[in-house]
C-alpha cells in the first residue's frame, strides 16, 4: 500500500485523532493541519507494531493567515478548542512563525513546516469538507517508513535537532529508529 493512503487508512481507524481533526476542522482556518507528533507518532507506533497509541504530548494545529496574525488570536483559538474537545491543543499561525526563528516570511504551512528540525516530523494532515484527508509534506512521506529519525539541514540547527532527540527520548520510545 502506498504511504499516503497507508497514513490515511491508519488516520480514519484511530478515533482520537478524528475526532481532533473534526474538531480543528471547526476553526474554518485557511491552510490549516494538524502536525508534528500527530502523524509522526501515528506511523512510528504502527511500525512499531504498538497496540495502543503512544499519548500525544499536545495536538499541533498550524494554519497560515498573514490578515490575522498575533499570538492572542492563537490563544483564543486554542480556547475555543478546548471548549470543544479537551486535549493539550497547540495553535500557531504559521505566517508569523518566521519572526521566532529569524527566517524570511513563509510562504505557506506547507513552506513553514519545511523549516522544521526533523524530516519526519514535517508532515501534517487536514480534514476537508468532504471528510477526505489531504496530507501535507514537503518531503514527502518515505522517510516516515524508513524507520529514520532525519536532521532536516533546511532547519540550519543541528543542536535543537539533536536536543530534541534526546528530550522526547525518541529513540528509546521507538527502538526501531536509526538516525539517518
Not at 482520537?16 to 507528533?37: E, I, K, N, V
Not at 488570536?73 to 497547540?90: I, N, T
Request: proline share 4%; hydrophobic share 40%; glycine share 4%.
Amino acid at each position: 500500500m502506498e504511504p499516503q493512503q497507508q497514513i490515511t487508512d491508519w488516520l480514519q481507524q484511530d478515533m482520537q485523532r478524528m475526532q481532533a481533526l473534526r474538531t480543528a476542522r471547526r476553526l474554518g482556518l485557511h491552510d490549516w493541519c494538524l502536525a508534528a507528533g500527530f502523524v509522526r507518532n501515528l506511523v512510528w507506533d504502527k511500525r512499531h507494531g504498538y497496540q495502543v497509541a503512544t499519548p500525544l504530548n499536545d495536538i499541533d494545529v498550524i494554519h497560515f493567515d498573514p490578515r490575522h496574525h498575533d499570538a492572542q488570536r492563537d490563544g483564543m483559538l486554542k480556547l475555543r478548542l478546548q471548549e470543544w474537545l479537551v486535549q493539550p491543543w497547540s495553535v500557531k499561525n504559521q505566517a508569523r512563525m518566521h519572526l521566532r526563528n529569524n527566517r524570511a516570511p513563509y510562504l505557506n504551512s506547507e513552506d513553514a513546516i519545511s523549516f522544521w528540525p526533523e524530516i519526519e516530523t514535517a508532515v501534517g494532515a487536514r480534514l476537508n469538507a468532504d471528510d477526505s484527508i489531504t496530507l501535507i509534506a514537503p518531503f514527502g512521506l518515505q522517510a516516515l517508513f524508513s524507520d529514520t529519525l532525519t536532521f532536516n539541514a533546511k532547519s540550519n540547527n543541528l543542536a535543537a535537532f539533536e536536543q530534541r532527540v534526546v528530550q522526547k527520548q525518541w529513540l528509546q520510545r521507538w527502538p526501531r529508529l536509526k538516525l539517518a
